[in-house]
């Protein structure tokens, strides 16, 4: 956690992954990022994993730091709550994170009729207002016909909702980008991000859809890195390592270590090519090197390896499952990064603050998420400036609800 | 391109994905960046996929926007133009972008001597400094081992480099949240994001982390959406589609526009369960559901589905390559996100801008990258104020080159 959006106010009304991420993102750089909800929780509130108990680690993990206010969202009246919060007053308030429908009862069109410079990042499925979540979209581009081993043509999903945290990310750098501008300007903007651009707009910026306009449609290559060396090796033990040699000296240092550098330029001699100054002769002949690397491989283990390879720098990772991830010094155990804390679940376990390091600053503890519900009178008291009695009677009538549900 | 970031001055010294994904970001917001490179380029530069002629579609997708300045690292004169360029003067400039190493010539601390309120987003591999790529950190959170289908063993890397472009986002929203830190008080700040960290954190906020500390990895479950409901069908004349009902509503218009209400209510009678209240109970049963909508989907053809699908808002999309996706009109033809525009190899084909719609404000056309030294003599004369005469001799001594590589 980090201070740089100190004072910021943002409201958030979203759920699943992409909303959240942006809200999320915001408040570990120090903003107040206040998350209203359905009483008794959204459509992700009891979103898998879960623990024993089935309480969401899903949910408390993708919402701390957050605070949390719950509202009757099917009422009129906790409508007009929710739309006032998220035009909420104060130089640094008119913030709103949402996945909320373009149309209905926080539209842009009503929110800024309560607050005309208002900023809303808001996250959509397909840009024509369509639902689409990261695995159709992900499906729509043809990363799952890409992924996935050459002998098997089943397409392969991506586990991991890399659309939904990219839009997340993305989301939470436009917004702050239009604050600054409503800084220079005075004027209020709404920021409309489909997944599905989101993803389109990626295919190109890496070149995948100018190769396909060529005719040619990436084929699956397994766990080869494309266009250049690198791929899944077994040692002796067993243990399996990625390995990735991009550069000239990536190259080098890794036939010098692995100590193949005879049998490679003998390759290099019989075809007459330079495997050093071209890394894209490395993917073409493949067939050929590939058998030199798993033979080297094969006879080391990773502790035979591990000093040479710490020496010279050389570039790979261990195949592990979290469960070993969690337990790595360079990952999750003794990152600062990490702090063991109290989860609205129950359970005290590790949960990272802002994914980097400020040298120049210090480092705040990550904190956890609230209870659904647990600022709900201290926001509508300090963001909304209702009396105690206004507050009273909002729970009287149930269109609001504190951390007990009522 | 939207102008949110007009006015701001970024330098860019970088390579691979992370690091330019985010000056791209920048410069699609309307930031002037200029990235400087080797001369001949760096090692980034000729990177697959190529064009006929042998230039980089990658290259030229994950710099456009930008200016290039074209500059001698090698030899200390360069170093030094490449330190005064990334510490430029200006309220709106002293930002830059790097994956160069902590330590070294563009260090941060070198950097401040120029500028002591410099603004640095430093992309790394490991946070120790050592070296990593998205697919050394992939496999070592973990995500290999859970792609990929359960009767197959193997690992499965993404093709989609995730991490790459997270931190590339996520290092342009720390970046615009430090210059909002600055004007408000003047601190220079480096951030820097390791790879390793955008990963382990982001495993932690999705529940993979806690989830595995209570003794349980996520194993591998092919293509089906863990939690909830949703899966890969084959429909009637072999077309693939991504289907998903996650909430409620999503559920019970799935089974009525496939008319197997009663076959799913037969199956919750036997079971005594609520499927949809209960979108976890749809993954605990798959194996009994799985089959009802196999058959379903297997008697209609997309044609048949379509129009049910459009009117009552099914969540799927189509498995299809990415050159079906550049004629889909949800995503690349016709998508005003996108412009044909000519590209530096000499192709005209669709560009990105922004990944987003702002309704209130006119979009601009997305911008080719540059061809290596572009901006080389306007760079030095404008950011630098180098007069002509020294701008001529850096050139006789070979310290900078133009785009013709001179």
């Known amino acids: 956690m980090y201070d740089l959006l100190k004072g ?49 680690l899903y949910w408390e993990g993708l919402n701390k730091a957050k605070k949390s206010i719950a509202i009757d969202l099917g009422r009129p009246e906790g409508r007009e709550l929710a739309q006032r919060l998220a035009a909420a007053p104060g130089e640094q308030g008119g913030v709103f994170v949402t996945n909320f429908p373009v149309e209905g009862f926080l539209s ?13 990042a808001r996250v959509m499925g397909w840009a024509d207002g ?54 220079r300007d005075g004027q209020g903007r709404e920021i ?12 190109a910026n890496l070149g995948y859809l100018a190769e396909s306009l060529g005719g040619q449609d990436r084929p699956r290559i397994g766990n080869d890195l494309f266009g250049a060396f690198g ?7 067993g243990r399996r390592i990625m390995l990735v040699a991009i550069t000239a000296r990536q190259w080098r240092t890794l036939l010098q270590v692995l100590e193949i550098e005879a049998e490679v330029g003998a390759v290099e001699a019989e075809l007459g090519v330079d495997f050093a100054g071209h890394e894209g002769l490395r993917f073409d002949h493949r067939a050929r090197l590939l058998p030199l690397f798993e033979t080297a491989f094969a006879a080391k283990t990773l502790e035979d390896l591990l ?32 702090s063991d804390i109290l989860h609205p679940s129950g359970a005290t376990y590790p949960a990272p603050g802002f994914a980097g390091t400020i040298p120049q600053q210090a480092r705040g503890p990550a904190r956890p998420a609230a209870r659904l519900g647990q600022h709900t009178d201290e926001v509508l008291s300090e963001v909304l400036g209702l ?3 206004e507050i009273a009677q909002l729970h009287d009538k149930g269109v609001v609800a504190g951390p007990g549900g009522r």
Chains 1, 2 share one sequence.
């Open 231 to 237: 791929r899944d090796f077994v040692l002796k033990g």
């Open 8 to 56: 910021l106010r943002v409201v958030e009304g979203s759920a699943f992954v992409a909303g959240p991420t942006c809200g999320l993102y915001l408040a570990q750089l120090g903003a107040e990022v206040i998350r209203f909800d359905n009483i008794g929780g959204g459509p992700d509130f009891r979103r898998w994993p879960l623990t024993p108990g089935g309480d969401s």
């Open 307 to 338: 000093p040479s390879f710490e020496r010279e720098g050389v570039c790979w990772g261990p195949y592990q499952h979290m469960s070993a991830a969690a337990e790595d010094p360079r990952l999750v155990k003794g990152n600062p990064m990490f």
């Open 192 to 203: 409309r991000i489909p997944l599905s651009d989101v993803a389109a707009s990626t295919m």
């Open 387 to 389: 009396s105690s009695g």
């Open 108 to 120: 842009y069109e009503k929110l800024s009729a309560l607050r005309p410079d208002l900023i809303c």
């Open 130 to 183: 369509r639902p689409a979540v990261d695995y159709t979209v992900n499906s729509a581009v043809g990363v799952p016909l890409m992924n996935g081993h050459p002998d098997d043509p089943r397409p392969v999903n991506n586990v991991l909702p890399a659309w939904d945290l990219l839009t997340g990310a993305y989301a939470a750098f436009a917004l702050v980008a239009a604050i600054s501008a409503r800084q």
